[in-house]
């Protein structure tokens, strides 16, 4: 086995024990493998370790990487910074979008979805911790956004997703996790079909599911140190 399958493996047995510590369903948890920086022979290697979906963040990276691997049904996210001069890439290339924090962007997206593919599955990037100069949308603005997302006609609105700053230990990570879980049901109360929560990285994911992520991303564990930084 190579060492990218036995990772992999390692990180599905953290998901498997974080869900039974807390009693949830290890089958509604999907492991998303992030790998920005690698290769396609690093995506190929994860695939036959049995990995079918990849988040990238470098769209021009991703959309090269992808072309070396037409001949493998693999499932990509675009899970990186999104520019208005960037969506075409992303709406003809991708399958997924977590990082939506304003409508022009998503509009553009579903304006340059091509018709032959699936709307584009999208996710709104919340900002939870409220740093002033970080991406997404303020926690006070998501179900507003929420709104108008969910009626553009090329895009499916699944969830949330945050990327909090890094925590010293798990409670701290926990009532982080917890707040965005918090929003989430209330914009499921809302009525909007809400059924994706993607948090929790390489050092979270167990915080990050004990709250209720449903998506965990996770690169450094599966593919090895970076050394670009993300
Ligand atoms: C890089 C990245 C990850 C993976 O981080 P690791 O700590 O390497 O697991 C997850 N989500 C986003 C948005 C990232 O940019």
Sequence with gaps: MTMIADNLQSVRARIVSACAAAGRDPGLVKLLAVSKTFGPQAVRAAHAGGQAEFGENYLQEAVNKMAALTDVPLVWHCIGPIQANKTRLVAEHFDWAHTLDRLKIAQRLSDQRPGHLAPLQVCLQVNIDGGA??????????????????GLPRLVLRGLMTIPEPAPDFPSALVVHQRTRALFEQLQADGLRLDTLSMGMT??????????STMVRVGTAIFGGRLRAP
């Design 203 to 212: 050092a979270d994911l167990e915080a990050a599911i004990h709250a209720g």
């Design 133 to 150: 100069t970080k991406a997404g949308v303020p926690p006070g603005e998501a179900l507003a956004l929420a709104r108008e997302v969910a």
